[in-house]
């Protein structure tokens, strides 16, 4: 079974499908053992969460005080502060442009980290491909 989510025009599969789907055996036997020990993955997980909120999947969920979460439609046209139905979408959408900028940025800072680490000598690590490390310096 496929979850249908209109709001994104897309669908995601069920853990069965994605066990039948899956081209690599070994995740279906993995999968299997784990369920046999008792051990829950994200796909239990995922299941557990549908159907999920259509003001979520819209952008119009708005959680950014704790005045909220608000949800933006036709009973409630704004925000208990007064966001309307773009300020909400823009916002949500610059949060989690944020969010994931500060997440990304910490991989940077690690790589940075290591190659300098690297060619200060105080990493056993081989630095393959100089274009590379100028790349990322660049
Ligand atoms: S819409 Fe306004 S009041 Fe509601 S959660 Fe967002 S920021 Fe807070």
């Not at 005080?65 to 933006?72: E, F, S, T, V």
């Not at 139905?85 to 949500?92: C, E, F, T």
């Amino acid at each position: 079974m496929k979850y249908r989510y209109p709001q994104l025009n897309a669908e995601m599969p069920c853990k069965e499908d994605v066990l039948k789907l899956t081209p690599n055996p070994a995740v279906g036997e993995l999968v299997q053992r784990l369920a046999e020990e008792g051990v829950e993955t994200y796909l239990d997980r995922f299941d557990a969460q549908q159907p999920l909120c259509g003001f979520g999947l819209s952008g119009l969920c708005c959680q950014r005080c704790l005045w909220g979460p608000c949800r933006i439609g036709p009973r409630a046209l704004r925000g208990t502060c007064g966001a309307d139905v773009n300020l909400v979408i823009i916002g949500n959408l610059l949060r989690g442009m944020a969010a994931g900028c500060a997440a990304h940025g910490r991989h940077a800072q690690e790589v940075i980290e290591t190659v300098i680490g690297a060619a200060e000598g105080r990493i056993d690590f081989p630095i393959l491909g100089e274009e590379r490390v100028l790349d990322l310096a660049r």
